[in-house]
């Protein structure tokens, strides 16, 4: 019983945190002056992704790296079809009012560089190198994209920016981004920690694990964000916290990882679960390319897929 209180514990966590990060994310935008995609594509995509980091590093240490691997392709599959499917069955993503093609090539391109040096069969301190050198210059581009678009335009319009304030005190931005990295990781340790033992009772295999429950845990900061993005009508908050948290995934946390040992790959995730994540990141290019809304339709369709996805993973 007492795994289950905390479980839910850990999820109240991450709803109120997911929540308060977005309010910081989108406030510091307009302080900044730069659009809320950018900053969703940094500073919201890192700090909901600091529990798969935690995790990796924590799998790798304790000789456990399948963990690891398993967590970040389970996560980015999960990502997509999950966290984009729940928010907009609740409330349709209008994907069509954000351009979002540029950095959604950068994560297809960061998907197929994943692919390719895991067909080595190992990440090593080498390719952790790689991975990270690819992050650096995809932050680099953010960032004069970021000063391009603070120097072109001197006013950024928030009149259809639900409760956005652009005259917010720094010290209240702050307040709401300090709360929502420490509540989101904090949140996430809890129902993982706890989901896990609850599985474990019920002789759910390690591997299973990582690609399935713990992959789910580690992206419900993704998935409190993107709802409370979506129900506030932030776009772009939902759509940029994704892209940028699967690239962030792909190359910073496997790269960072690899630092504390070696993450050899399964078969198994070059068999299928590598090409499930591929494929689901391709199921975003009309969406992307045609600017098409994804509405309720199209998010139970993406819940359906993951759903069978990992009822493939168990069964």
């Known amino acids: 019983m007492m795994a289950w209180l905390l479980c839910g514990l850990g999820l109240a966590i991450l709803l109120l945190a997911g929540d308060s990060l977005v309010r910081g994310a989108v406030n510091l ?21 600091a529990p798969e980091l935690l995790v990796a590093i924590k799998a790798v240490q304790e000789g456990a790296p399948g963990i690891a691997l398993g967590n970040v392709v389970g996560s980015n599959t999960a990502n997509i079809l999950l966290v984009l499917g ?21 994560m297809l391109a960061a998907s197929v560089l994943f692919f390719a040096l895991a067909s080595f069969g190992t ?33 950024v319009d ?3 920016i639900e409760e956005a304030d652009p005259d917010m005190p ?6 709401y981004l300090v709360l929502g990295m420490i509540g989101l990781p904090l949140g996430a340790h809890l129902l993982v920690t706890y989901a896990s033992v609850i599985a474990r ?13 713990v992959a789910v845990g580690t992206s419900l900061p993704e998935l409190a964000t993107s709802v409370m993005a979506a129900l506030r009508r932030q776009t772009d908050v939902a759509l940029g916290n994704v892209i940028g948290s699967n690239m962030f995934n792909l190359l910073a946390i496997v790269g960072i990882a690899t630092m504390f040992g070696p993450i050899p790959v399964d078969p198994g995730f070059l068999a299928f679960d590598l ?3 591929l494929g689901a990141s391709l199921l975003l290019i009309p969406f992307v390319f045609q600017c098409r809304d994804i509405s309720r339709l199209w998010g139970v369709a993406f819940s359906a897929l993951y759903v069978g996805y990992v009822a493939t993973v168990l069964f």
């Open 29 to 49: 935008s307009l302080r900044l002056g730069v659009p809320a995609l950018i900053v969703s594509l940094t500073v919201v995509a890192f700090g909901t992704s």
């Open 86 to 106: 729940i928010p907009a069955v609740l409330s349709i993503i209008r994907t069509s009012q954000c351009n979002s093609r540029k950095t959604y090539l950068q």
């Open 123 to 155: 990440f090593t301190a080498v390719t952790g190198v790689i991975l990270l050198s690819v992050l650096a210059l995809v932050l680099w581009d953010m960032f004069r994209d970021a000063m391009a678009h603070r120097a072109a335009c001197a006013v």
């Open 158 to 160: 928030v009149s259809e």
């Open 170 to 175: 720094w010290w209240q931005i702050s307040i």
């Open 201 to 213: 009772t019920y002789g759910v295999t390690e591997t299973a694990i990582g690609l399935t429950l």
């Open 275 to 277: 090409w499930v994540m």
